[in-house]
């Protein structure tokens, strides 16, 4: 009798033994030659061409932490972040933004830093270098992996050589956009050449902390005129639009007999985010002093009036702000009227 065939026999466990060293011996081998898919695999938060938007995709322990004070308004936080991305570029280390910051600007603008967290910024040891308004030439070698930049810096002299990426930063989410032009559209009427005039007009504390601490003045009824005038004689159907933190002032004060002057809100105060957005997406700006007003023009591109010498020479507040660094120097300037601080009144 023949006995029966199996199609295979069954293996010697001393077999199986050998075959499974070497198995795991080949898969090691190359391993250690070929990185794994998910280790060649770019970051799923990054994107080519776009910058990184996670901490994870720069450590850093590789190339540090830098990050800025959130103080102040709107402009104030503008001035501070677009500071903060230029020098740390210029110093080579990644720029992170904090919690507060974000709160403030990433309702309006389409901004890329990233955010640190509060943990985060409680557990490191940041050295804090304080900066003035103004860029000077030893903060391109700033040193320290984990620097918080400090003040109020408010000048395109330190990243005006980055404009377009700042205007980028600062580009408005969509239907921030829309809800300014639909605006804007409203009040062109039957005119057919319209040209829109962004006016600010900064008022609140500054009527009081103007005079009374740093010898300066406010823009008054005559600057706004003549920046007006300016506009009627260049353009043939100019349209001015105000927003201001003391609207009952603008209405009282500014001229709206031509029929050309629309006061925002039906003369009420608006937000300050939907007052920038809708002064941003006209084509010139008027603006008195202030940040708020600076950065407008900054993003409008078009031509900005601004009030000019409105303090005394021997102002303190010269001390801390350099006009010619916070003003462009194509802009148009108008003197104030010092009149009131000479005479006492």
């Avoid at 795991?24 to 060649?40: D, G, I, N, Y």
């Avoid at 102040?72 to 280390?93: C, D, F, I, S, V």
């Avoid at 005079?211 to 009627?232: N, S």
Wanted: glycine share 8%; charged share 20%.
């Amino acid at each position: 009798n023949l006995a029966p065939i199996y199609p295979f026999s069954r293996p010697h466990p001393l077999s199986l033994y050998l075959l499974t060293i070497m198995t795991l011996s080949t898969f090691l081998h190359l391993s250690s030659r070929f990185p794994s898919a998910w280790q060649r695999l770019p970051s799923p938060n990054t994107t080519k061409g776009s910058p990184a938007t996670s901490p994870t995709t720069t450590p850093p322990t590789e190339r540090g932490m830098w990050t800025v004070n959130s103080i102040g308004r709107l402009g104030n936080q503008m001035g501070e972040y677009a500071t903060l991305y230029a020098l740390a570029k210029m110093n080579g280390r990644q720029a992170y933004i904090l919690p507060e910051m974000h709160r403030q600007l990433a309702p309006l603008f389409r901004i890329t830093l990233p955010v640190v967290s509060s943990d985060v910024v409680r557990s490191v040891r940041w050295r804090n270098y304080g900066l003035h308004d103004w860029m000077s030439e030893e903060y391109r070698h700033i040193k320290g992996k984990y620097v918080r930049l400090t003040g109020y810096p408010c000048s395109w002299t330190f990243y005006h050589h980055l404009r377009q990426e700042i205007l980028q930063e600062f580009s408005f989410h969509d239907h921030v956009k829309e809800e300014a032009n639909q605006y804007l559209a409203g009040l062109r009427g039957q005119r057919r050449n319209v040209t829109y005039v962004g006016v600010h007009v900064r008022r609140g504390d500054y009527v009081r902390v103007m005079p009374q601490i740093w010898k300066g003045v406010v823009a008054d009824k005559a600057y706004l005129e003549k920046a007006m005038g300016y506009f009627r004689d260049k353009y043939k159907e100019p349209v001015f639009v105000v927003t201001s933190n003391g609207m009952e002032w603008c209405r009282e004060n500014i001229n709206a007999s031509q029929g050309d002057v629309y006061f925002s809100g039906d003369g009420k105060e608006s937000s300050p985010g939907r007052d920038f957005a809708l002064l941003a997406h006209c084509n010139h700006t008027i603006m008195t002093i202030g940040t708020f007003g600076i950065w407008v023009g900054y993003l409008v591109g078009g031509e900005t009036v601004y009030l000019a010498n409105y303090t005394l020479p021997d102002s303190p507040f010269l001390r801390l702000f350099k006009p010619e660094a916070a003003f462009l120097p194509e802009w148009i300037g108008i003197n104030a009227d010092l009149s009131p601080l000479r005479g006492g009144t």
